[in-house]
């Protein structure tokens, strides 16, 4: 009996390599993954290497027109101006300068720093004068709390001054701000209410020109 002759094999499909253009995509793909990955979980610009800012940094060495890594960054800085003003407001200022220098190590031309930098070099150099009052002459509104508030006002009235009016209600915080404004004068006090205890107003007077 003779044999049949075995079937040519079945020629195997050969799965195409991906280009380089597709290579190169999926590289920022994953960069970008690990950058957005890194900014949620606060690893900004430290440790090294493994944080946004390499991340970012990287995408813009193989694709120096994303967009994605362009707006990472800016949101990186960002986040150390806004974590600077808390800073200031707080009067850290040594950690305002370590966070505005974190900025400027991401990008030194960011349109925001200069006014930031400014507000800190001020805010060092203001002058501070403070009103403690009684919790319970603010709270009943006493004649002797409202005259100390007008006097102190007086200050406030100054073009560079700005003031701080801690109370334990925003109802108190207005009643206070009123008697600052009783006092003389037509230019308008600049403040803001903060809600604690006991009742304070701090006065600021900034340099001239800031």
Do not use: K
């Amino acid at each position: 009996m003779q044999s049949c002759p075995a079937p040519p094999p079945t020629p195997t499909a050969r799965t195409p390599q991906p280009t380089a253009e597709q290579l190169r995509a999926a590289r920022v793909e994953g960069l970008l993954l690990r950058a957005e990955r890194a900014v949620d979980e606060g690893r900004l610009t430290q440790p090294p290497v493994d944080n946004a800012h390499d991340a970012y940094r990287s995408v813009l060495a193989v694709a120096p027109d994303n967009a994605d890594a362009r707006n990472g960054l800016e949101r990186i800085v960002e986040q150390f101006i806004e974590a600077a003003r808390h800073a200031i407001d707080e009067e850290r200022w040594n950690a305002a300068e370590v966070l505005l220098g974190e900025a400027a190590a991401v990008d030194a031309e960011h349109p925001g720093l200069a006014s930031v930098r400014s507000q800190l070099h001020n805010m060092r150099r203001a002058e501070r004068r403070h009103l403690d009052l009684a919790v319970a002459a603010v709270r009943e509104q006493r004649p002797a709390a409202a005259a100390e508030l007008a006097a102190f006002g007086a200050l406030a009235r100054n073009p560079q001054a700005r003031v701080v009016i801690r109370a334990g209600s925003d109802a108190q915080g207005r009643w206070m701000y009123e008697q600052l404004n009783r006092a003389p004068g037509e230019r308008r006090i600049r403040g803001e209410i903060e809600i604690g205890s006991p009742p304070r107003v701090t006065l600021m007077i900034l340099p001239a020109g800031a």
